[in-house]
């Protein structure tokens, strides 16, 4: 996936006559602080250089993230045409133009931000955006400047910046303010798994009706070491390669989100957990179904049309399972 090509132009006119090894040392910086998840009070994104970093390191990935959310949410409620948008701890606008890349038909959006570098660079990029946004400064810990409820609501990448503790109110916070549907997306990393797990648990206690990814609003089957995210191929600049110090030209961007709305939807049958196993004739896919269950479905070439579905599948995809569940031999659905 890439930035698209409006986004990608503004983004070059921000970077453009900023040296190299200023941006790299500011992405190493940065980097460290978001990978090392550190809360000192002072804000990841502090000055101009490190937002023109975010945008030559982070936004790429960001970006992909947020829109394949966007993406399975679109699957799921078909019907949900959102004409506004809040977007809480915006950066640098990530999800405005994820939303109306998915969109077309958005019109309005209010974006919350804390940093004031990284709100200026947003709202410059945005200029070039078709929709019409108001930029504000804002702590989704604090008393938000907006009351007007959204018809979507976006927080992405924010939780891991503030105490556990503290997740659940910020989701039923954000949740008084969605009109329509709420999507959350974090890291995927077991820490990000631990915090969408406690905004997906307030989200049904608060009335939500589960959209994506979960095909269901049971309790969570997941358990021990593992945990749920997917992942989104990003391909990579020639000033982004250079900014990292990276050789290959993409990057694979975990993530993990939970998104719910106030309307019932219609999520798939199955959600594919990882990445599918091909062998000769055969393919295993690792399930969420929507009887709440965690389950291998091993289809074979004699499978036919599900087989190709198969084959076409990909992590992070809906599935349609099959009619019968167990095949003749008792190797259609395994237990994980």
Known sequence: MELPAVLRRAVDEALEGEPLDRLTRASQTLSDRYRREVRDGRFHIDGTLAAKAYLATRLPATFAAVRAALDMVAEASPSFVPKT??????????????????????????????????????????RSSTVDSTWLAGDVTAALPVQAPADLVTLAYVLDEIAETAVAAVTEKLWMLTGQTLVIVEP?????????????????????????????????????????????????????????????????????????????????????????????????????RSDGAIGELTVSRRDGDLFREARRADWGDGFHLPPVEIGPEGDLLDGV
């Open 85 to 126: 948008l809040l977007d809480v701890g915006a950066g640098p606008g990530t999800a405005l133009w994820a939303a109306a890349d998915c969109w077309p038909e958005l019109r309005q959006a209010t974006i919350v931000e804390a940093s004031a570098s990284i709100r200026a660079v947003g709202e410059t990029l945005a």
């Open 188 to 288: 995927g990393t077991p820490a990000g798994w631990r915090r969408i797990q406690i905004a997906r648990d307030t989200l049904i206690r608060t009335g939500g009706h589960l959209v994506a990814p979960c095909p269901h609003a049971t309790p969570c089957a997941i358990t021990g070491s593992d945990w749920c995210h997917f992942s989104r191929r990003v391909a990579r600049s020639r000033l982004h390669r250079l900014a990292k110090q990276a050789d290959v030209p993409w990057e694979d961007e975990k993530y993990i989100f939970i998104a719910a709305s106030r309307m019932p939807a219609e999520p798939p049958p199955a959600r594919i957990l990882a990445p599918p196993r091909v062998a000769s004739g055969l393919v295993r896919l690792k399930l969420c």
